[in-house]
């Protein structure tokens, strides 16, 4: 059965899940016409999203979970409302991990994405990728591994275009070997 296609203003992206075998085909914004996008309710809250134009779908399922050593995808997801008489507006694309030193958080680089270059920081590079960007460039999950116990913390998603900007926060918890016993990590 091939991928299922939608046009939508709503989040179109199912959670992220390891292994689900469905696929979503998720056309860009500019493939589908404006009458193509519908939110339930009022004219006016149509209009306002649309005039927005950008829009990420939040986790909120809580922490990601994760073993040592192994990779792990940090979801990112966003849609993209064309924005007439616009020029083609492209995305840049922020990963930050924060951390929290003297009571303030601070946003360490991990990786910067725009126009099909992506930029990684040096103490990250060889360890995280965008595997779906640029052919999905609304899809800015993050694939970072091996992992170290030290990955643990909070992630940050930013995605700005224009003016506009977005972004989620996504807890990321490295546990130890699956299923070792301690003796067997000598």
């Not at 993209?80 to 922020?94: E, H, S, T, V």
Request: glycine share 10%; proline share 9%; net charge positive.
């Amino acid at each position: 059965m091939g991928p299922h296609v939608r046009c939508s203003l709503a989040s179109p992206f199912p959670p992220v899940k390891e292994g689900s075998g469905g696929a979503l085909l998720v056309l860009a914004p500019e493939a589908c016409p404006l009458s193509a996008f519908s939110i339930p309710g009022t004219q006016e809250a149509t209009a306002a999203a649309i005039e927005k134009g950008l829009h990420m779908q939040k986790v909120g399922s809580g922490s990601v979970r994760a073993v040592l050593a192994e990779l792990v995808a940090l979801p990112c997801l966003f849609t993209l409302q064309p924005r007439p008489g616009a020029a083609r507006d492209i995305p840049r694309i922020k990963w930050t991990k924060v951390r929290t030193a003297s009571g303030q958080r601070q946003d360490l680089p991990i990786l910067v994405a725009k126009d099909n270059v992506v930029r990684v920081a040096k103490g990250w590079q060889g360890r995280v990728s965008l595997p779906s960007y640029p052919r999905r460039r609304a899809n800015a999950t993050l694939l970072l591994g091996p992992l170290r116990a030290s990955d643990s913390g909070l992630y940050r998603c930013q995605v700005v275009r224009g003016i506009e900007d977005e972004q989620d926060l996504v807890p990321l918890e490295v546990t130890g070997w699956e299923g070792a016993e301690p003796e067997a990590c000598h």
